[in-house]
């Protein structure tokens, strides 16, 4: 199998302690000669300014490819139109695309008035002013607010119709879950790339709780491992070999553009990597 080509997300720090948290995650994975970066943009838009600021400093001093995600939420057309002015007067070239979480409390997505409904509204507008490459979200299993799997797939397609030209998946545990969905996407006649995004298991506990309020399915498998390694304190290990083993799995079914999650905490997926033959690489050797 050949090298993954790969990406890496963060999010934005609200202070200076995870300032320093995410240029030292930076550090450790930029080496890998990533094909972009990602900000994340909080729930509700609560992280709009800390993104940007972020966004404009990793591009100005790092060399990296970075894409600022950008979402409808709590913003009028105009003021998501400014903000996306302000991206490309920094350089910014890459957006990921997202409808966006509602704001805490609200229980479901509500526009705001004179905003974009929704995600395909937003990716048009951005698609009209030519001047980014647009990625947008996938749900390889069923999004919380859809009303089947078909839905979803019939949802990314329109994305992609409306200007996209990648999506990166929401994360799962195991690899069956994207093979699938890559399937049911092939069917629909979507041509595009689609990327898993893979989330290596920082804390088991508190990713079991985020997967249940996002939908993901939990094997009871997982559950099992992770108490034993747990126990035996060997959770990191048990994290690194199967995460490995999961994207050699989908390499060895053609995937060849990994999308990790690092939740600014780079070091497992820094081990995973190197473990599927990314390395430390230098920008001559990559364009050699």
């Known amino acids: ?58 591009h100005k001093n790092t060399g990296l490819n970075v894409a600022a995600h950008l979402t409808c939420v709590n913003a009028t057309r105009e003021e998501t139109m400014q903000i996306v002015e302000g991206f490309a007067a920094a350089g910014v070239t890459d957006i990921v695309a997202l409808r966006g979480d509602p704001p805490k409390g609200e229980g479901q997505f509500t526009p705001t008035p004179g905003g974009f409904a929704n995600s395909v509204e937003l990716i048009e507008a951005l698609s009209a002013t030519g001047q980014f490459t647009l990625r947008v979200g996938a749900y390889p299993e069923k ?61 088991w506990k508190g990713l079991r709780r985020f997967a249940e309020a996002c939908g993901t399915a939990i094997p009871t498998w997982l559950d099992d491992a992770f108490d034993k390694a747990i126990r035996d304190d060997r959770q990191d290990l048990l994290a690194t070999a199967l995460c490995t083993e999961m994207c050699e799995t989908l390499m060895s079914e053609g995937v060849d553009k990994l999308h990790f999650y690092t939740l600014n905490k780079p070091e497992l997926t820094r081990d995973v990597c190197h473990a599927l033959g990314v390395t430390p690489r230098t920008k001559l050797e990559k364009v050699a």
């Open 1 to 58: 199998m050949s090298v993954p080509a790969v990406s890496f997300e963060f999010f934005p720090p609200k202070n200076l302690e995870a300032s320093f948290r995410l240029w030292d995650t930076v550090q450790v994975l930029a080496p890998l000669m990533p094909r972009f970066v990602s900000v994340t943009y909080g729930a509700g838009g609560t992280t709009r300014e800390l993104t940007r600021d972020a966004v404009g400093t990793l």
């Open 143 to 203: 999004h919380p607010e859809a009303a089947d799997q078909g839905a979803d797939v019939d949802w990314l397609k329109r994305k992609l119709d409306a200007g996209a030209s990648e999506a990166l998946t929401q994360f799962f545990f195991e690899p069956e879950t994207f093979l699938r969905f890559r399937d049911r996407c092939a069917a629909a006649g979507i041509t595009a790339p689609i990327v898993p995004g893979i989330l290596p298991i920082e804390n």
